[in-house]
Every structure is written in C-alpha cells, then in structure tokens.
C-alpha cells in the first residue's frame, strides 16, 4: 500500500445569519440540509441514517466508556427526528452535527478523489446558500475551524488501517508528524490562544484547542490522537483512524499533502517501516509553539535531544517515506503515490527556503501573505477588525464573497482537480469503494430506499412486509466493477435485492 | 558588465559621468519585486471590493456554537 488506502474528509461548516448572531446553529443547520435536499428530490422520510452499527463511545484502546459519564455533545448515534440527515447520489452523508452543517466525503481510495470529493462538499454548501439567500437575510456558511472567541468545530480525516497494526505504533509515529504537518496544511488564523487573547497570526486554525496526546474525546480535552473505534467495516479486520487535528483547506496541494502524506506515514507503520525515534518532547505545547511561528524558525526537540524545524522533520518523514518506497516499489510508483512525492518535496523546500513562496500552494502563507499586504498598505496591525473580517471571510463558500474563492478565479493557486471534475463528484459517486453502491441505489430506487449508512442500505420494497438490509462491511465491495452491470440492468430495488440474493446464494 | 568604452551609450541621462556605475539590483530581481509589489496591489485591490464594510460589527456577529 502506498498513499492509496480507503478514506475520506468530513468538514463541519461555520453558519452565520448575517445581522443575527443570536440565530439557533441546530435550526438553521437543519435548514441547509433540508433546503439541499428538498432541491434534490429527497424527502426527509426517505434516505434517512441507519444507525444500527454505529459506536461512537468504543475506544481503540480496547474499552467502552459508559453513557452514563459521556458529554452529551458526544452521544452522536441517537436519533433526533428534527435533525435532518440525508445521504446524497455521490455517496456523502450531509447532515447536521452538534451546532453545524457537516458534509461528510463518500469513501475513496486516493488523496486526489479525496480533494475532489471534500470541494464537492464546497459547492453543496454553496447550492444550499443560494437556495436560503432567496429568503433575506439568508444563511452563510464558511468552511474554517473557529470562530476565534474560543468555538471550534472539526475537519476530520478518516483512514481505513488494518486491525493488526499497534495502535500504540500509530500514536507514536504519529504524534510527532502532526506536531509538524500543520507547516504544510494550516489554514491560518488571526488570535493567538483559544478565545484569540494575544494579537498576532498563527499557521493552524485547530492547533490552540488541542490539549491532550491520546483521547476519545472530540469536543472538549481535544487529543492529538483521537481514540474512536468506530470502523464501519469488519471490525476484526479494520481499524478507521479518526483524525482530529487537521484544518479544513481550500488550496488543492495543501489538502492532497494532508491525506497522501499521512497515508504514506500510516503505510509506514503498517509496514514496521519507521526505525527511528521521532519522539518530540511535550508535544502539545510544541503543536502550539510550531503553530504561533510563521517564519517555521521554531525549533522542536526530540527525545534524543536533537533539535529541528518542523520543516525539517517533516523532512526527515518525507527521506523515511521515500526510501521505503525505492525499497518496496524499486522507483515503480503509481502516479497517486508520485504527485505526492513530488509535491511534498517542492512544498517543503519553498517552506525551508522561504514560506512565503509557498503562497500558491498552503492556505496559511497565501492567508498570511493578503493580511501582510494590508498591514504593509495601511498601516494595520493583528488586533485590527479587518485583518479579522478577512480571516472569516476566507472561507467564505460564495462565489462571490469567499476571499478564497476570488483569488482561486483569479487563478492565484495551483489546481489539481478541474472544476469539470469536482461538479462531477457532487452527484456521482467515486468508482472504486462501497460509496458507488450506495450512491447509485440512492440515484437509481430513492423511493425504494429507507435508510442507509456507511455500511448498509436498507430497502422499503412493496409487496415485502419487512426492511431488507443490505450490509456492506467490506469498503472495497460495491465498486462499479462488481456491482455496475447487475445495477445497470435492475429497473427496480426489488430485481436488485433478487439479483444480489442469487448471486450470494 | 560594461567595460569604458562599451558604457558611453548605455549611460542614462541622470547619471552624473563623474560619479561610479551604481551597483543596482538585478533587472531580473528589480522587475520581480515591481511584479510582486503590483501583484499584491491588485489582490487587495480585489479584495477592498468585496471585504464587508462594516469589519468590526461582521467579525462580533461570527459567533460558532462548539463542534467536535
């Protein structure tokens, strides 16, 4: 395995009612979702969550925490009739979580589909926008991480590992590649600290509100490495890392480094590939010190006393990665694992040499870089209101609004993904995992649907008194190779159920 | 670089003959900074358009409920 693995990006949006700060996130959340979905056909009564194999409290350390001591904020699986939750042809899940719309990616198998799939998220966000803006003062979304008053809300990165790796071998290799990977990641931020008490500029969105190594919490006490042992898959053979730590970005490169390095890192400990102790001391307040550093200066000291930039670890992972893969590939990569390589390596030589050249490819330097302008132009420092309204307004998903968005048009970053490619993603489903089952029986029988989730589809077929299920615990089953043609030729869900009970039986 | 009798055309009118060739910055490296400089006028410029006019009251009505 190389960068290629199963995963996916889910991205809890930032709402806003323009002139309302008092509005209810949980109303309006429910809103987008059911404003995007009404426009797509899909009543709240069909396609809902099928909840059965969801344990949000299991721990991958091998024990499950009561419900009895749990934050309510992390009791995720129990059904709240007013909370819209739908799935969608490309095989996502937009629904509302906590206070937030949250579009959670279909599952892929490359960093690129990953990129295209979380910008499809974008515009599904956009298309709800503009459905709400028709009634004034409509709703805003922004695809960032907080508020900077002291909320923050996540991008998660999901990938599906094998069950026999440590899961202390993954903490421990892990834990100081995140304390670097925010230099090539981060999205930037105005405030220092939680509730942004020091004026200043930081690399990362989420760094500040992390405070442990190791937990299952997301909500509050947020780990470094987050515990939940949820897989969706067959659990004995599967673990899915849920990866907290990460910015929600809108630059291509800085998203594809974030999934294809992390992959490779991952395949790495799968492989007992890493024979050297990366071990960084205190790492949580080194996370926090890298991240208040734009220069990338900050100098983090490992265990063996050594002292590096974060560029300089983040070197140390990419020289490990690419030995390892001259050794098992013999320099034959697959062109997902190569762009990586490459990118990674031009990324972190313009961050070394200067992070300010990076400006085309990291959201915090092309961030840093407008906000240095106006400081340069008008005489503005870090408390002042604009450079804080630029920060929100970044991740602005219009069009026309997102500071983002206008400076992409101008053809200020690099792209990776078409525009062609990622309004495909926003109906059809990735080709190549269980996603496309999901998606086309979603597109092809939405009527003859009840609900489903990441691992089943449940059908409503007339004449059958009962639900029937469809489990789909293995995420590389249901691609359109295997389950393409027998889809193609079944004009209804009850040909379907017959073909595919023929077929196993 | 010009040698003496190469200079005579290429020198400016603002040059004083007395005085020593300036050492400027590279042309390459002048015109890159001219671009850059022009370059960032035009983002802000892009963004002065679009940027809520009202900075302060937008950014204490961006108030986000917690997430995971």
Known sequence: MTVRRV???ETEYGISVPGDPAANPMLL????VHAYASAQGIRAAHASWDYADEAPLRDARGFEMGRGVADASQLTDEEDPSLANVVLTNGSRLY????????????????????AWDRAGELIMRESVRRLSQVPPGVNLYKNNTDGKGASYGTHENYLMRRETPFSDIVRHLIPFFVARQVMSGSGRVGIGQDSRTAGFQISQRSDFFEVEVGLETTLKRPIINTRDEPH?????YRRLHVIIGDANHCDVANLLKLGTTSLVLAMVEDHAIDEDLTVSRPVATLHRVSHDPTCRELLELRDGARLTPV???WRYHDLAEKWLEERYAGELDDDTAEVMRWWALVLDRLERDPMEASREVDWVAKLKVMQGYIDRDGLDWSDHRLRAIDIQWSDVRPDKGLFHR????GRFEELVTDAEVLDAVHEPPVDTRAYFRGKCLEKYPDQIAAASWDSVIFDVPGHTSLQRVPML???RGTRATVGPLLDRSADAATLLRELASASG | MPSQEQSR???????PDEAPEPTPASPEASARKENLDSDIDSVLDEIDGVLESNAEEFVRGFVQKGGQ
């Open chain 1, 29 to 32: 959340s429910g809103q987008v």
């Open chain 1, 407 to 410: 400076l992409r048009a101008a």
């Open chain 1, 96 to 115: 509302v979580d906590h206070a937030h719309p949250e579009y959670s990616s279909p599952e892929v198998t490359s960093p690129r589909a990953a990129v």
């Open chain 1, 474 to 476: 293995e995420p590389l």
């Open chain 2, 9 to 15: 055309p290429q020198r400016r009118d603002d040059a």
């Open chain 1, 7 to 9: 995963m996916g990006i």
């Open chain 1, 233 to 237: 898959a067959v659990a004995d053979l």
């Open chain 1, 312 to 314: 300089q670890l983040l």
